[in-house]
């Protein structure tokens, strides 16, 4: 059986009336790439900052690489990634600085946090930036940096809240390149994504998210095999219309703007 | 109004509403100067220099804006531009829109004060009057709208938005600067220009929007028509180049920053720093690197102390307490580098901004990334202070035990400050952006907290001195400082923790104010 490595226990948080996540169970297995989806507002970006320590549950339990999360942060802080909504760079540092910096706040001596930062902006194409503070970096340039800020130190699982978005093409394959071959090398990554083509491609494992409750989970094939939509018996189903299937989001076209 | 849908907005109601009452009580205390200032001047038949009231205008219109940047409406034209409006009305709401800058508001309070005066004292003038302030009012609209659109190409660009800030800041300072360093403003009669110059500038005054606007007043008791034909060039040019600026803008000009390409990588190792573990030189680095890369920063911490010597060794200083012993100059400099502390430890996030959630992702406690912040900013302050006190010693020879009883005293209160500025940066943090001029480095707050702390600690001080003298111990401040500074480290241990715990525990309020 294959270790798990994170798993949630009736995870909720409410922000005063409204309950942003409700009763999450969630259970992702090592080198398993997990792509977390949902509408906007679903609750995605609250359940990835209370895997992380960036938000306090309102109740249940968050259990990563076999510890408790409110118990033994310190630990597993050491053994996770987290690419965050707001990237958290310290953007009057160069990059070089910042990557420099961060790989010794994870504990590496200082010969081996410069040696990995100068790969990492090697391997992003980022060496031509090193020396430009993080504020003059475009969204893209931003992104990868905290990617590479988030994997120096080898964590074993990576937290990623949106990691494509204002993302474009050739940065976007860096960051799969890399994620790739994190996987590969028996890591496991937790991912929040609005582009399912991008999830579809890359994720071996998918739940759903909606108004707070898990709606739907599995691998692709899983999914793929519990939602019927007529006319498609014999064709696979992509994952967007999973998605909608399982959402419920589509609305048909002569239901909303009759005069365009 | 959208900053009070943030937390504490309550707080920050009633300093917005104190501010506002503050602005409106300068303004009309202002405008009554212009409308008095106008009579009398016409009254002692002096009406040539009512220029120099429109100069004042003139200068605060123009500059007021830039300076108070974030107190002006802060819509984009360039935004508007987007809209399916055509240039004529994109045009017309781009030049109206400078209306409804406080600095413009404040102005036409002013020209209106001084039309009143002239109203009263010289009737005869008051419609060739209304006339010419009133171009002089299209021109000085037109001017800033210019003006700011200048400003905002240069802030395309965080290095022109740096530089900026630095350029204001020292712009500000400078006269400070200038007074401490040649004495009373008696001794400023060495910077006085000679006759020439001041020759060279009166066709200047004469022939400026202010003299033309000015000379234009007696128009009934001095037919001249190239004043108001002056006076109408200066405002159709002003139009006519701010037409051509807003149609670059109307046609999508956009404002790119360029980037040099260097293409040597090379990542240097971090500082080893003796006796101090690697997280925590990491943390100290980053600090360093911060304000070393931040010249507001920098400026604002090497302030006051510099004022301090030029008061202290110029004539300024010479009469007040603390230049007539080494002690005193010792106790007035320690005193002035404390004023400093709240501005950097009372919002220690500030800078920080989305960083801030850096902190939080990382192993080491926040315990520890509080003590590395206060130990870089208090090893600054600290070695200003010994270095200051070397220099006064090696000079003035003070005398021991009041050397050592400032010392002591100046590391107790210095601890406190770091302890009770921990726990305000996190009670009230606020973002700071370093390339708005206006933008505060602690919050209202703070501000207010710093004030009670300095009272606080100048009570105690007050109080020590009195029974020092009262019972004719002159041992009995060093034994006492002695005490505080255990205190002060205990206090500020437990301050630390409460600190630390306290981010934990309001992690969505504090990140929601760093915007993080």
């Known amino acids: 059986m294959a270790e798990t490595i994170l798993q949630t226990v009736a995870l909720r948080r409410t922000f005063g009336p409204l309950v942003a996540v409700d009763n999450l169970d969630l259970r992702v297995e090592k080198q398993q790439f997990y792509g977390f989806l949902g509408p906007n507002g679903a609750g995605k970006s609250t359940t990835i900052k209370m895997l992380t320590g960036l938000l306090r549950p309102t109740s249940g339990q968050v259990h990563l690489l076999g510890r408790n999360l409110a118990t033994d942060s310190v630990e597993i802080k050491r053994r996770i990634g987290v690419v965050p909504e707001g990237l958290a760079l310290f953007e009057r ?37 090193a020396d430009k503070l993080v504020a003059d970096y475009s969204h893209g340039m931003k992104k990868k940096t905290a990617l590479a800020a988030a994997v120096i130190h080898g964590p074993e699982i990576l937290f990623l809240d949106e990691p494509f978005e204002g993302v474009d093409a050739i940065a976007a394959t860096t960051l799969k390149r890399l994620l790739q071959r994190f996987i590969t090398h028996g890591g496991t990554v937790f991912l929040t994504s609005h582009v399912l083509e991008v999830v579809e491609r890359l994720c071996t494992h998918i739940g759903i998210i909606q108004q707070g409750r898990l709606v739907a989970s599995g691998s692709l094939e899983e999914l793929r095999s519990g939602v019927k939509v007529p006319g498609h018996e014999h064709s696979p189903l992509t994952l967007e219309e999973i998605f909608l299937q399982v959402v419920g989001g589509a609305k048909q076209d002569a239901e909303v703007l009759s005069w365009l | 109004m959208n900053s009070l849908r943030r937390p504490n907005r309550g707080v920050e109601l009633g300093f917005q509403a104190l501010w506002f009452f503050f602005g409106a009580i300068f303004v009309l205390a202002t405008s009554s100067a212009f409308f008095f200032g106008a009579i009398g001047l016409l009254k002692i038949e002096r009406a040539d220099l009512l220029d120099l009231l429109l100069w004042a205008v003139f200068l605060v219109w123009q500059l007021a804006p830039i300076l108070f940047e974030g107190y002006s409406p802060g819509l984009s034209f360039r935004e508007v531009a987007r809209y399916p409006i ?80 630095f350029l204001m800041f020292i712009l500000i300072l400078l006269p400070q600067f200038l007074q401490f360093a040649t004495g ?69 000009e956009i404002y790119a920053e360029s980037y040099k390409v260097r293409r040597k990588l090379k990542v240097r190792q971090g500082w080893r720093l003796p006796l101090l573990d690697e997280v925590t030189a990491a943390i100290i680095e980053k600090e360093l690197r911060y304000i070393r890369q931040s010249s507001r920063i920098l400026l604002q911490l090497i302030y006051p102390p510099v004022i301090f010597m030029l008061i202290a060794f110029n004539g300024t200083g010479r009469k007040l307490f603390f ?29 920080d901004k989305e960083g801030f959630g850096r902190w939080l992702l990382c192993p080491p406690s926040l315990r520890k990334v509080l003590l590395g912040k206060n130990l870089t900013q208090g ?28 010392t002591v005293a100046f590391f107790a209160i210095l601890v406190i400050q770091f302890g009770v500025g921990d726990l305000v940066s996190i009670y009230w943090p606020k973002r700071v952006e370093l390339t708005q001029m206006n933008s505060k480095v602690v919050s209202n707050a703070a501000g207010i907290a710093s004030l009670l702390v300095m009272l606080a600690v100048s009570t105690l001080g007050g109080m020590v001195a009195l029974v ?23 206090l500020y241990s437990y301050l630390l923790d409460r600190a630390a715990r306290y981010i934990w525990e309001h992690i969505e309020e504090i990140t929601g104010n760093l915007g993080a």
Not at chain 1, 102 to 128: H, I, K, N
């Open chain 2, 86 to 165: 055509s240039f004529r009305t994109y045009f017309l709401l781009s030049s109206v829109y400078g209306i409804s800058d406080p600095a413009a508001v404040t102005c036409l309070l002013w020209l209106l004060s001084m039309w009143m005066g002239i109203l009263v004292q010289q009737p005869g003038w008051a419609l060739a009057a209304a006339l010419a302030l009133l171009l002089f009012a299209v021109f000085n609209l037109l001017l800033n709208r210019i003006v700011i659109g200048l400003f905002e190409r240069f802030q395309s660009t965080r290095r022109g938005r740096e530089r900026m800030v």
């Open chain 2, 184 to 252: 009373y403003w008696s001794n400023m009669r060495m910077l006085k220009p000679p006759a020439w110059v001041l020759q060279a500038l009166t066709p200047l005054r004469e022939f400026s929007p202010p003299g033309v606007a000015t000379r234009m007043f007696a128009l009934n008791t001095l037919p001249e028509l190239w004043p108001p034909g002056a006076l109408l060039l200066y405002a159709g040019f002003t139009a006519l180049l701010f037409r051509w600026q807003l149609r670059a803008i109307y046609q999508g």
């Open chain 2, 379 to 406: 090893g600054i302050l600290a070695a200003l202070f010994l270095l200051a006190e070397a220099v006064v010693i090696a000079i003035s020879h003070p005398r021991v035990l009041p050397t050592a009883i400032v």
């Open chain 2, 468 to 490: 020092t003298w009262y019972l004719q111990l002159p041992w009995l401040p060093l034994l006492f400082s002695l005490a505080i500074l255990a205190a002060s480290l205990k």
């Open chain 1, 93 to 129: 540092l160069t990059g070089a600085q910042l990557l420099n910096f961060v790989g010794r706040m994870y504990g590496l001596d200082r010969a081996t946090a410069a040696t990995r930062s100068a790969e990492l902006l090697e391997f992003m194409d980022l060496q031509d930036s």
């Open chain 2, 323 to 351: 230049s007539r012993s080494p002690e005193a100059l010792l106790g007035g400099m320690a005193g002035f580098i404390l004023l400093s502390v709240p501005n950097m430890a009372y919002n220690i996030f500030g800078v």
